[in-house]
């Protein structure tokens, strides 16, 4: 079958940098999307790899190792706004998104 | 961000109620998605409306049954829910990518919380 993990809860402080991962076994690889979730609101788009590497944008970062199946995304300065879940999505050899259940991440003063 | 809209934004229905969820994406997309999210869990892929034809999901109880009049429209009819089907649903849009290669990056509504008594 198909899975994408990543932890359920994180806890950061402000100002710190956090990382949030996520594995994925998926049947065939077309690209891994970021989504940035607040509470009772819509998913909004950050990043999309489909290549290995890092990608940046500003305090953002995405990072993919297809060949570990692993991705991360990095928040540096955190900021008290960026409390909200973190989805992971792989897109699979029918370009059908495969979604994590997600991760809450709280920040604290 | 008001590229798609979802209305009514809440809903409490009882188990016999008909009522239907309404989304309006004004992106230009020509594919459509429900999705239903319940607490710690993945999104749950409903339906899909591509170039105007449904992808069926077997998994989706008939209780549901969508509609999409135009590439900028799309509805949820609900009938005799149970009280499992209490979720947050969301609808997104993309752009279909030219060669049969699947969807652009999808783009989601703010969502209808769904509560059945």
């Known amino acids: 079958g198909q899975n994408i993990d990543q932890p359920t809860e994180m806890t950061a402080t402000e100002g710190a940098i956090v990382q949030i991962n996520c594995t994925y076994q998926?049947?065939?690889?077309?690209?891994l999307f970021w989504y940035q979730q607040h509470a009772g609101e819509a998913p909004t788009f950050l990043s999309y790899n489909v290549l290995d590497g890092l990608e940046e944008k500003g305090r953002f970062s995405s990072f993919l190792s297809r060949s570990k199946g692993y991705s991360y995304l990095l928040l540096k300065e955190l900021q008290m706004k960026d409390s909200a879940s973190y989805l992971c999505?792989?897109?699979?050899?029918?370009?059908?998104?495969?979604w994590g259940a997600g991760t809450k991440l709280i920040i604290k003063p | 961000e008001t590229g798609v809209t979802q209305t009514p934004r809440h809903l409490v229905m009882g188990m016999t109620n008909k009522k239907s969820l309404k989304c309006e994406q004004h992106l230009g997309h020509n594919a459509m998605y429900w999705y239903k999210q319940s607490a710690k869990k993945p999104l749950e892929l409903m339906f899909v409306y591509s170039l105007e034809e449904r992808v069926e999901n077997n998994s989706v109880p008939s209780r549901f049954s969508p509609e999409c009049p135009n590439s900028s429209h799309l509805f949820l009819h609900l009938h005799t829910l149970q009280p499992e089907d209490s979720a947050l649903y969301l609808c997104?849009?993309?752009?279909?990518?030219?060669?049969?290669?699947?969807?652009?990056?999808?783009?989601f509504g703010p969502g209808t919380r769904l509560t059945v008594l």
């Open positions: 997104a849009s993309s752009q279909v990518i030219p060669g049969g290669q699947g969807t652009d990056t999808q783009y």
């Open positions: 998926t049947s065939g690889f077309n690209g």
């Open positions: 999505a792989v897109r699979d050899s029918n370009y059908q998104l495969i």
